[in-house]
């Protein structure tokens, strides 16, 4: 996993919304809706969420994923969110 390291914020949540929703990272974009086009179900957000919180150490709103909400919405949030945490 040394790999992910290298990759952007964009790279890392479409990966990691890949794996969840078992989809090549090529089907990912900003425009991917996750319950229209990925089909969420409440598990799915869940479990997307503990990996997302997991990785970026962030707590996480269930609806930043879930109804129209898109991947680039969540990438956004992530981005805001993450600026506002102190440096360790």
Do not use: C, H
């Not at 229209?36 to 609806?63: M, N, R």
């Amino acid at each position: 996993m040394s790999e992910d390291n290298n990759l952007t914020l964009e790279e890392k949540v479409k990966k990691i919304v890949g794996e969840i929703f078992k989809k090549d990272i090529k089907e990912i974009n900003e425009n991917t809706r996750f319950v229209a086009d990925l089909k969420a179900t409440s598990i799915d957000t869940i479990a997307l969420l503990a990996v997302l919180e997991g990785e970026f150490k962030i707590k996480i709103p269930a609806g930043e994923v879930f109804g129209e909400k898109t991947v680039g919405d969540l990438i956004n949030y992530l981005k805001s969110n993450l600026e506002k945490l102190p440096n360790s």
